[in-house]
């Protein structure tokens, strides 16, 4: 299915990966892979420790973000991958939700799709997205930040 991805989509560059440019069938995949990767590391009912990074073409997706973003020139440790891979996970997710409820939540560009603080300005607007986060462990109330939080189910796990 890479192979497929990547003529389908990588192919276009990454303006393709963004989440509001995928097709119907892509968004669809990527929801799947996404849910997968967010259900496998993080629950509603428990908070457990991350244990993997996800898919590859979840992966290959942000690979070409970065590549966007930084050229030839970066070089990520696998907890600043897990990290990029959760936010582009939630990034689709909230393409989904706003494909089927028109929820409202400004599509990303290639500039901030990866950027934690895109996330947390939902906290000022849509409050209700922040506390589901909360609810499913993904963000949790602590003196050091909820992304700390995130890092430290990825080093523990």
Do not use: H
């Not at 990527?30 to 849910?35: E, F, G, I, T, W």
């Not at 409820?101 to 990866?114: E, F, T």
């Amino acid at each position: 299915m890479l192979s497929k991805f990547y003529n389908e989509v990588l192919a276009f560059g990454p303006v393709a990966v963004l989440p509001q440019n995928l097709n119907a069938k892509w968004i669809q995949r990527l929801q799947k892979m996404a849910d997968d990767f967010l259900d496998s590391n993080f629950n509603l009912y428990e908070c457990k420790d991350a244990r993997e990074i996800g898919d590859p073409i979840i992966a290959a997706s942000v690979y070409e973000i970065l590549r966007y973003q930084y050229g030839d020139k970066f070089d990520l440790t696998p907890l600043e991958m897990a990290e990029k891979v959760v936010i582009y996970a939630l990034s689709i997710t909230m393409e989904t939700v706003n494909r089927k409820s028109n929820y409202g939540l400004k599509p990303p560009s290639l500039d901030n799709i990866l950027s934690m603080d895109r996330i947390i300005s939902y906290k000022k607007t849509k409050p209700e997205f922040v506390e589901l986060l909360k609810q499913a462990c993904i963000v949790r109330e602590a003196d050091k930040g909820w992304f700390q939080n995130i890092k430290d189910k990825f080093i523990s796990g």
